[in-house]
Nanobody
């Protein structure tokens, strides 16, 4: 069972990146999938989550309107399209799986089952 996060990098403020979270060893169809981020010295923050049952999406206030989460079930992959990036978006980004019964708790890291290794996003001003 593995989650592989990729797509991070260095971008100027106002730019865009697309993160990918590819699953192997299990089917993402049975989970909610979320993206978290963690900046140095800060707690891990829930950024966005998507349900596989009904496609409902959730966003933190800090990224709403700029980030879009989506999934490709054929590729067993979830994406995070990040537009209008700001320096405060700089962090390591992680993807993680969540039982559907716990979707209302998506912002809280303690409820997640599996985590990817993280990908660094750096936004320069």
């Amino acid at each position: 069972v593995q989650l592989q996060a990729s797509g991070g990098g260095l971008v100027q403020a106002g730019g865009s990146l697309r993160l990918s979270c590819a699953a192997s060893g299990f089917n993402l169809d049975y989970y909610g999938i979320a993206w978290f981020r963690q900046a140095p010295g800060k707690e891990r923050e829930g950024v966005s989550c998507i349900s596989s049952i009904n496609g409902i999406t959730y966003y933190s206030d800090s990224v709403k309107g700029r980030f879009t989460i989506s999934r490709d079930n054929d590729k067993n992959t979830v994406y995070l399209q990040m537009n209008s990036l700001k320096p405060e978006d700089t962090a390591v980004y992680y993807c993680a799986t969540l039982s559907h019964q716990l979707l209302s708790l998506w912002k809280f890291p303690r409820w997640y089952d599996y985590w990817g290794q993280g990908t660094q996003v750096t936004v320069s001003s």
